[in-house]
């Protein structure tokens, strides 16, 4: 029973709280207007002495100077001939030759591991999504193995060296 006597306690709070904020606005928003009414002026205004300010001085531009990208030269463009304009002639424009890049091949280095026998490494190699293990020198899809290193092997692609860094995927 508590809480249904706090319940509707807050209710009736909440509606008179909206009742006062929704009477306010329509108050504002009406014809009746009891707004305070201004004062009238009680003094008179003086006049202001500005005869301490001068007024901008208004000159002229001199625009007779020298054109200093002619550097005195007395020929004006107006008493020059027109000559007729030269009709440009079109050459054939021959294309350049197409330039075929090689196709480059997708390798990963995924890693390495070392053989206990004789102590040499083998890289897991991924060649075009092809897994490989391959030991130094060896070719696989036309890439030489250079050389084997925990973070990245150098590969040789016909006649280029590359450095293929480890995939920490």
Request: zero cysteines; aromatic letters at 8%; a neutral charge.
């Amino acid at each position: 029973m508590k809480s249904k006597a706090t319940t509707y306690i807050l209710i009736a709070a909440v509606l008179g709280v909206w009742g006062f904020i929704l009477t306010k606005i329509f108050s504002s928003l009406s014809d009746n207007s009891d707004m305070p009414v201004t004062a009238k002026k009680t003094f008179k205004e003086q006049p202001v002495n500005l005869s301490f300010y001068s007024s901008k001085k208004t000159g002229t531009l001199l625009l007779d100077y020298a054109d200093p990208m002619l550097h005195d030269l007395a020929v004006r463009t107006a008493d020059l001939p027109i000559e007729p304009s030269r009709q440009n002639s079109v050459t054939d424009y021959i294309p350049p030759a197409p330039v075929e890049m090689e196709p480059q091949i997708d390798v990963q280095y995924l890693g390495f591991i070392e053989n206990l026998e004789d102590k040499r490494p083998t890289a897991i190699v991924n060649i075009q999504g092809m897994q490989y293990m391959m030991n130094k020198g060896e070719q696989q899809s036309g890439v030489h193995l250079v050389s084997i290193n925990k973070e990245y092997l150098k590969i040789k692609i016909g006649d280029k060296t590359k450095t293929i860094y480890k995939n920490e995927n």
